[in-house]
């Protein structure tokens, strides 16, 4: 939701970042305020998920330029764990299978790393057994899943919800959803943007990547960010989403009146 | 130290002991006493292994060699009091070994229907058949020293005899513990069991202080047919300590044998362990995980020979090395002419957790029947990159990062574990090892 007194909480300006020696990202600049939901689309290869690992600090990911301050704090510099304590969180496109580690064990360590970090009260297995139970209500995830080894043997659905039920045990300030509705059905799809509306409130924000509209037909966002060749090329309302699921991206590319990425 | 000494043979090394020589038993027409005979005889014709020995090749025993030690002199005064901590919780049976030596009066052997356990002098000397029959015979010491050493000294050993159809619930712990230092131990263990009988056992090795000493350990198992056997073993000796150590086992018709071995402790550790798969049927998973830093060494050799048709060997051995540490694997599948309709897998996977760290692997399959599924693999990796990123992005540092994924590498293998407070106990010691609990 768009607030006109609502705090800053990522900045971006200028962003340039490479993989190997292959700059990806090329000047991106956006600007994120609590309440708000952003979507940013676009072709494969334009660079929406290189931004997400970038933000969230992926070690393969070099940045060379530009700056970004998170809740007024250049996190340029931080680990990836650092990043993650202060608010900031990123759910996987393809979330990662760790077999011989149980669910349960990786989220309650999550949990209390973050909780710790934080100055707030850990829990112990049981007090966490309670708690992420109730979370897991949220997501129509059954309970068997906290037995089984991180993501080991689950669907596509099963991951992605495991990923929101980690959003939701960490509250992020910031939470960044790569792809999060690619491979899903469109019940799985209802059942975690259900959980993601739930999450989402005023003093949090969103940033959905996707490739497709169908998403955004579940978590509405405020604003639509189209990216090409590594920044932004044009930033609407949500109706720009259904345009490019119309039209494709063909008449945006190539655009003169470029927006900047930065919103009004 | 001493400087190198080429071709020492194992009768120097022993006679370099402060206490000088081993002595064979007087005159004696007792069983035990004429295995211990032959073999202290049969010690001066052996050597000390070395890098030049193929089944040595990687495991350079060198500071065992130069280090001197003695047999131990009387026993620590202990009291169960001072290992009650070390005790299992489900466990009913324990027999414990203090410097190698039984302690009847440490252990709880409590008269239960077909079990019957005592030091292998009073099993022979009461004529057991089941002890007479197989002490000695399964294992092997005319061309391994340390077991012909072991020989020589088992009269302070102990004798576990089932009978058959006897079903022991809990499991027998057998705990080794060191208290000396610069002794060489050489504790000794018979398994018998029935057929049909089951039972479960954990083999333990620890030191109550960090301190310098040799295990030379040797344990024979028979399992008659249809028995069933699940034999954990736990090396977790002082970081001081040389660990040596031999298991043979012999299993009959149908008969079922799993192991899972953890290697974790000592300087320089070697575990050799031969599964014979002497009748149809017969089966075995032998399972391994070695979790080492620093400048430890640890070998695991292991042979599982089918020589009658129909048998059915698993094995997953992983290695995690750390720091400047070695690991060794070495396992041999053979198959004997006449074991056809083999069923054998193998599979070692090793992670490397350090640019200093060292792992040899060397998986062999020896075929010499025709209709046989066997297979056989190895992997060396390190801890994968985007599993760690997963980890950090959820708020772990990278060290704890690490240190759970290594966990998780070796929690296959204690997974397989059937022993709650032993699964529980390891788990907490790794993750304690890792530094992430």
């Given amino acids: 939701m768009i607030r006109a007194d609502s705090s800053i909480l990522l900045e971006v300006h200028d962003l340039h970042a490479n993989v190997e020696d292959t700059e ?14 952003h979507a940013i689309m676009g072709l494969n290869g334009s660079g929406k998920s290189t931004f997400a690992k970038v933000l969230a600090g992926h070690p393969a990911y070099r940045m060379t330029g530009g700056e970004i301050l998170f809740n ?60 992420v139970r109730e979370k897991m209500k949220l997501l129509d995830m059954n309970p068997g899943f906290l037995d089984r080894s991180v993501n080991e043997g689950f669907s596509g659905g099963e991951k992605k919800r495991n990923e929101i039920l980690q959003m939701a045990l960490l509250e992020p300030m910031l939470a960044v959803l790569d792809e999060t509705d690619s491979g899903l059905d469109i019940d799985a799809l209802r059942i975690v943007a259900k959980g993601v509306n739930q999450l989402a409130s005023q003093d949090n924000a969103l940033i959905l990547v996707t490739h497709y509209q169908r998403l955004l037909d579940y978590i509405e966002p405020d604003y639509v960010h189209v990216m090409e060749a590594g920044r932004i090329i044009k930033t609407s309302g949500k109706e720009l989403a259904l345009e490019l699921e119309a039209h494709g991206y063909d008449w945006i590319s190539g655009d003169k009146t470029r927006a900047s990425g930065v919103q009004p | ?43 001066a014709a052996l050597k000390f292994p070395s890098t030049r020995d193929e089944e040595w090749r990687f495991t350079d025993i ?30 009913v049976i324990r027999i414990v070994f203090v410097d190698g030596q039984y302690m009847p009066g440490l252990s709880s052997t409590a008269a239960q229907h077909g079990v019957t356990i005592d030091s292998l002098s009073k099993l022979v000397a009461t004529d057991i058949s089941a002890v007479t029959q197989h002490l000695g015979q399964i294992a092997e010491y005319h061309n391994n020293a340390f077991v012909a050493l072991n020989t020589a000294f088992m ?27 610069e002794v060489t131990a050489c504790p000794r263990c018979l398994l018998v069991v029935g057929a049909g009988s089951r039972i479960t056992l954990v083999e333990e090795y620890l030191a109550l202080t960090d301190c310098a000493y ?49 290697a974790l402790g000592a300087q320089i550790s070697r575990f050799d362990q031969h599964i014979s798969l002497a009748d149809q049927h017969a089966q075995c998973s032998i399972d391994g995980l070695t979790l080492i830093s620093d400048q430890q060494l640890a070998d695991t050799h292991t042979w599982i020979d089918h020589i009658k048709p129909q048998a059915t060997s698993r094995q997953l051995h992983k290695c995690i090395a750390d720091g400047s540490a070695h690991a060794v694997f070495s396992g041999k599948i053979i198959v004997r002419p006449d074991a056809q309709q083999t069923d054998a897998r193998q599979m070692n996977r090793n992670l490397l957790l350090s640019d200093k760290a060292s792992i040899d692997t060397k998986p062999q399959l020896e075929i010499f029947a025709d209709d046989v599924k066997c297979s056989h693999g190895a992997t060396i990796g390190q801890l994968d990159a985007d599993a760690l990123f997963y980890l950090q992005s959820r708020g772990l540092n990278l060290a704890s990062a690490r240190n759970l994924l290594t966990y998780a590498f070796g929690a296959e293998v204690i997974d397989f574990i059937p022993v709650d407070s032993v699964k529980q106990q390891l788990a907490d010691l790794i993750l304690a090892k890792t530094r992430i609990h």
Avoid: C
């Fill in chain 1, 24 to 37: 990806i990202l090329k000047g991106l600049n956006l600007t994120v305020k609590r309440g708000e939901i």
């Fill in chain 2, 1 to 43: 130290m001493n400087t190198l000494i080429k071709n020492v043979s194992f009768q120097e090394w022993i006679s370099s002991w402060n206490s000088g020589k081993i002595t064979a038993p007087e005159h004696s027409t007792n069983y035990l006493d004429q295995l211990r005979t032959n073999a202290v005889n049969h010690i």
């Fill in chain 2, 214 to 262: 040799t295990t030379n350990a040797v344990i024979e198992a028979q399992l008659a047919d249809s028995a069933n056997v699940n034999h954990i073993r736990l090396q977790r000796e002082s970081r001081e300590a040389f660990h040596i150590a031999n298991t043979s086992v012999q299993i009959a018709h149908a008969a079922s044998y799993q192991s899972i071995s953890i």
């Fill in chain 1, 72 to 131: 007024g704090m250049d996190i340029t510099s931080l680990a990836p764990e650092e990043r993650a304590r202060a608010g900031l969180f990123l759910a996987f496109q393809y979330p990662v299978e760790i077999p011989g580690v149980a669910n349960d064990q990786f989220l309650r360590l999550a949990y209390n790393t973050v909780q710790r970090q934080r100055g707030k009260e850990e829990l112990d297995p049981l007090e966490f057994d309670d708690f």
């Fill in chain 2, 62 to 91: 060198t500071p065992l060699k130069h280090a001197a030690f003695k047999q131990p002199s009387a026993a620590t005064e202990l009291t169960a009091s001072d290992l009650t901590q070390y005790f299992i919780d489900e466990s």
């Fill in chain 2, 155 to 181: 009269q302070e050993g102990v004798g576990i005899v089932i009978s058959e159809n006897i079903v022991v619930d809990a499991p027998i712990h057998v705990l080794f513990v060191a208290t000396q230092q």
